[in-house]
């Protein structure tokens, strides 16, 4: 007989962990189903001898009191049940010529720069505010949202602006606004390994916003390692009466009348929810578990476009030294040959494991008991691309790739590279190595299934985070997705994740309509849609949001590349068209809106074929985007001019909601 749950999840990742355990929390039955044997996902251990090896986990961000890791494991327990410690230092850089270390507190680092960097100090003390400003303003707009505050989008550049400026540029055009030292602005980016791509890809709220938390809210590692995070967990979901199976891989997501209705695996399990939560990665869930034939062209495309994130290359070494008793004192060092992340992003992409970026992990100094009296836990990690060296070897082939002689001899080679590095660091290592294991991209998919092995899920670029990242919700009503593919990478990511999506299934169990950011606003019933009105407290309506006290921060650019946040995809169609923009005043250029597949992008630059052209002053559509200029009148009064279809701007809409990812 099929069993019926509340909720079923695919995969015991944090993202899955997570939302089952809030859903079990509320009293609903819940069953997760995992491919591997353990929970955790990239949150896990493993053993050799007496030696515990640490699988990811650098440090965690936000777990004291006003982080949103901290909230988490607050209303979970978890904090009970895992000992944390602060890292401090946060981490060190060593480069051929110098070295830096990071302090854990955020004044003591911006003071170490300004010290080292005396002519950069005011451009440090800029960017360090703008940073924490885009950081509490993102938090703010997570709470309006929640509590019905969310102003319309006319509002959104006043009362957002740093926020919004950092979702819509890469880390290097943010960071080069307020510095100039090519050697300043390399260690102002040295953790962009921790989110898979190089500053001028990376977008700058993808850096930023976990950068903050880091600094004001703590870099943390558990004693126990992450492991003790997937446990306590895992605890919680048995605690209240969720039912967790292992080794089952599912293989199917059952589709009745254009809902989630059952879930099969491979090995014959079927079991029926009301509603399915997959942190599986997006791809597998969508089109293979759900399949391509139940899904909207249009949504296969958005989920089929996205790059995999990198993966990496680790060397797991079990020591029968004690570094900590000899003096290494770091926790976190990152080895680097230069300070230009993208030379470093390519060197990655090309195998050239013996100039890439490289961290030493050790992790006795916070975790003691990972090794036995004398012994030391030290792991070298380096990014790396699915496809070096045709796929590590294999041409494709995985069908026992662990036996390929060619994978394992580049395996080999490319270890031995990380360990010669190393121990320039620390004379004699390879004589004191008791066990050794080596982890690549392929290992990587081998369990946990992502494509490319990826660590971030797909790629965190500025085209691909935010609004354009995949959403928690999908095209079938009771079907969210979570975890990276959605909310980006990271272990607290993943956390944060799980609780929102957590939130939406709750909301559709209950009857509502729970937003990506934890909005109400429709009541959804079984038998379709039912507008309610927003009411405040005591059934009074709620008041007009206050005006923002601040105006508009934003360039004149960074207005027009905001416009694919209100784009109505459904007046588009299928339409395919190029908006042009002549910029002139105090803020020339040219810039490019890209209409086609139902979506639209922000170009720099001059289109070979517009079919809208609109010239205007920087100041005039300014005061047009912070509603201080009406844009039919400033048109009659050819303040800005347009030649060609004007119909066209029926395709943007002021009255829209952006819908942004936390």
Known sequence: ?????????????????????????????????????????????????????????????????????????????????????????????????????????????????????????????????????TFTQTRRYASDVELNRRPPLTEMPARYPDMLKAMTITWDDYLSEYVSDAKAKGILSATWAYYGLPAKKLAAAAYILPWVSFHLF??????????????????????????????????????????????????????????????????????????????????????????????NLIVYLGLKRNLLAEGWAHHELFVVEGYNTDEDYQNMLKGEFDKTGMVISHYNQYDPACAPDGGSVLVLTSLSGWDYANQWGTGGNLSN??????????????????ITRAEKLIPGLRDAIVYQEVATPLTNYHYTLNPGGGIYGSEQTVDNMYRNRLKAKTPVPNLFLTGAWVFGGGQSAAMLSGRNTARMALGYLEGKSVGEWGESGKETRRGGDKETGRQGDKGK?????????????????????????????????????????????????????????????????????????????????????????????????????VEGDMGLLVTFRIDKEPELES
Request: neutral net charge; aromatic residues 10%.
């Open 1 to 133: 007989m099929t069993k019926k749950y509340n909720a079923i999840v695919i995969g015991a990742g944090l993202g899955g962990l997570s939302a089952a355990a809030h859903l079990a929390k509320e009293g609903k039955s819940v069953l997760l189903l995992e491919h591997h044997t353990v929970p955790g996902g990239y949150a896990h251990e493993f053993r050799r001898g007496h030696y515990r090896f640490e699988v990811s986990l650098h440090a965690v961000d936000g777990v004291s009191p006003g982080g949103w890791t901290y909230t988490i494991m607050q209303e979970l327990g978890i904090l009970d049940a895992v000992k944390f410690h602060r890292l401090d230092p946060f981490y060190t850089i060593r480069y051929p010529d110098d070295e830096f270390t990071v302090p854990a507190d955020i004044f003591a680092y911006e003071a170490e720069l300004i010290r080292r960097f005396p002519a950069e100090a005011e451009g440090i003390r800029r960017l360090f505010d703008a940073m924490l400003k």
């Open 218 to 311: 703590g870099g943390f590692y558990p004693e126990g390692g992450s492991m003790a995070i997937s446990r306590a967990f895992e605890a919680v979901i048995k605690q209240h009466g969720g039912e967790i199976k292992y080794r089952q891989t599912v293989t199917r997501i059952e589709i009745k009348d254009g809902q989630a209705a059952a879930v099969e695996t491979e090995r014959g399990l079927r079991a029926e929810a009301e509603v399915i939560i997959s942190n599986a990665n997006a791809p597998d869930t969508m089109l293979k578990f759900v399949g391509r034939e139940n899904l909207p062209p249009k949504y296969v495309k958005q989920v089929e476009k996205p790059k995999n994130s990198l993966a």
């Open 401 to 418: 790739y662990h036996k390929n002689p060619h994978y394992l001899e580049l395996k080999k080679d490319a270890a031995e590279k990380l």
């Open 541 to 641: 309506p709620e008041t007009k949001n206050p005006k923002p006290e601040t105006r508009n921060a934003l360039t004149c650019k960074e207005t027009i590349a905001l416009m694919p946040y209100i784009f109505n995809a459904d007046a588009a169609g299928d339409l395919v068209a190029d908006i042009q923009f002549h910029v002139t005043g105090d803020e020339p250029g040219d810039y490019i809106l890209r209409i086609a597949g139902g979506e639209c992008a922000f170009e720099e630059g001059l289109s070979a074929a517009p079919r809208l052209s609109i010239a205007t002053p920087s100041e005039v559509w300014l005061k047009i985007s912070r509603g201080e200029l009406n844009p039919q009148m400033a048109f009659m009064t050819r303040k800005y001019t």
